[in-house]
């Protein structure tokens, strides 16, 4: 068991069993070299540290005395990518602002990732008070509940900010009421590109929230904006939603390359009114709809109207999609069609749909590393069969 560390008893005169065992000296800079080395290659740019893996390794807590030490490795390291996660960053510490230190210590950072660590209100002011001489490009502040006053702030960190190009709010508690006022700021803002706002408030049976409105006010910004890449995960989307973001992303005037939809509910009639909006607009090129229960209807308009667009990136795992709808999407692949990377696990498969596959790898029409899926001779049936190909990473089942 883990003591707790208040700061006041050194470790020294610790009296649990880990401790005793395994004595270690206080974190050092020599420590988070060390640390460091473990996971990255030189010149060693890329620095992250999650609470919960950093307690298991050195078998103690993580406690506000560390937090000096942390900051003074990063301000004589400088690395271009920090990643804190899952610890609460204090805003006081013996009469010391860390929140003014560690904003310091970060502005040097091109890509910064505060998951989960209780952003405030002060730590977002000195951002704000440090735009002129920052270098942030990515900044993700995902599991940390956002306030219309957070908003506010991070609203006028994205009008002054001239290079920050990829923001991501996962989960942080965004609603339709409080979202104009992040939107005012995308619009306004002369950089970003990028947006993440999936699961904008905590789904719960006692909590409404107006998906309609909400997508109304993100069809806007992407009229409006030169958005390249949005996310909207576990966004509470259906397809009668859809029908005010299908209408911009038919327009021209539509930037979008990247569309992230997974684990909605855009079932075939959204499935419909998105594929007809990409045969008009073809910019956007990689697409995700896993999970969003597109069922054999959905998934026919996919093979009718995807060689229509220019989509070279397409994921529709996990949709309840038959077998001979997803043998139609394969040999749809031999026509003249963009798709280079499909995903279709989690899906129906038969013999005829494994016969498809294997001639379409064996032709080079679709490389093997590109699809998350493969055949195999099934000795026990004396046929072909479809399994998951574990090369193209983690298969979610």
């Not at 619009?187 to 006692?206: A, G, L, T, Y």
């Not at 909605?264 to 007809?276: I, V, Y």
């Not at 009718?304 to 043998?327: A, F, P, V």
């Not at 040999?331 to 129906?348: A, D, S, T, V």
Request: proline share 3%.
């Amino acid at each position: 068991m883990l003591c707790d560390q208040s700061g006041k008893l050194s470790y020294a005169k610790c009296e649990c069993d880990v401790h005793r065992r395994h004595p270690h000296k206080p974190l050092s800079i020599l420590i988070l070299d060390c640390w460091q080395h473990e996971y990255d290659k030189r010149p060693f740019t890329n620095f992250q540290i999650d609470k919960k893996f950093f307690e298991k390794r050195m078998h103690r807590k993580f406690n506000n005395s560390d937090w000096i030490v942390l900051i003074d490795f990063i301000e004589k390291r400088r690395p271009k990518t920090i990643q804190i996660c899952n610890i609460e960053i204090p805003e006081y510490d013996e009469n010391v602002n860390l929140n003014k230190q560690l904003v310091r210590s970060l502005e040097q950072a091109e890509t910064i990732n505060l998951r989960n660590v209780s952003v405030s209100l002060n730590m977002l002011i000195e951002f704000l008070k440090n735009i002129p001489s920052s270098k942030i490009t990515n900044l993700d502040l995902s599991y940390n509940a956002m306030t219309s006053e957070h908003l506010w702030i991070l609203r006028c960190i994205l009008i002054k900010s001239n290079i920050l190009q990829s923001l991501i709010l996962e989960n942080c508690s965004i609603n339709e009421n409080t979202f104009p006022i992040l939107a005012d700021g995308i619009h306004k803002s002369r950089s970003v590109q990028s947006i993440d706002i999936s699961r904008p408030c905590p789904m719960s049976p006692v909590s409404y929230f107006d998906s309609t409105k909400y997508l109304s006010l993100i069809a806007q910004l992407i009229w409006q904006n030169k958005l390249t890449r949005l996310s909207l995960r576990q966004s509470n989307i259906n397809g009668y939603d859809f029908v005010a973001l299908s209408e911009y992303l038919a327009s021209t005037n539509s930037k979008l390359i990247h569309l992230d939809l997974q684990a909605n509910n855009l079932t075939s009639h959204g499935t419909d009114l998105l594929f007809k909006a990409l045969a008009i607009n073809k910019s956007v090129r990689e697409l995700n709809l896993s999970a969003n229960n597109l069922g054999s209807r959905g998934g026919l308009i996919i093979s009718r109207l995807i060689w229509y667009t220019n989509l070279d990136s397409l994921d529709i795992t996990h949709n309840k999609i038959g077998t001979e709808i997803i043998c139609d999407l394969l040999c749809e692949m031999k026509k003249p069609c963009e798709l280079k990377f499909l995903k279709i696990y989690g899906n129906k498969f038969n013999r005829r749909a494994a016969v498809v596959l294997k001639r379409l790898i064996t032709a080079g029409v679709l490389n093997q590393n590109n699809i998350d899926v493969t055949y195999t001779f099934d000795h026990s049936k004396d046929e072909l069969c479809v399994i998951p190909n574990f090369k193209n990473g983690r298969i979610h089942t």
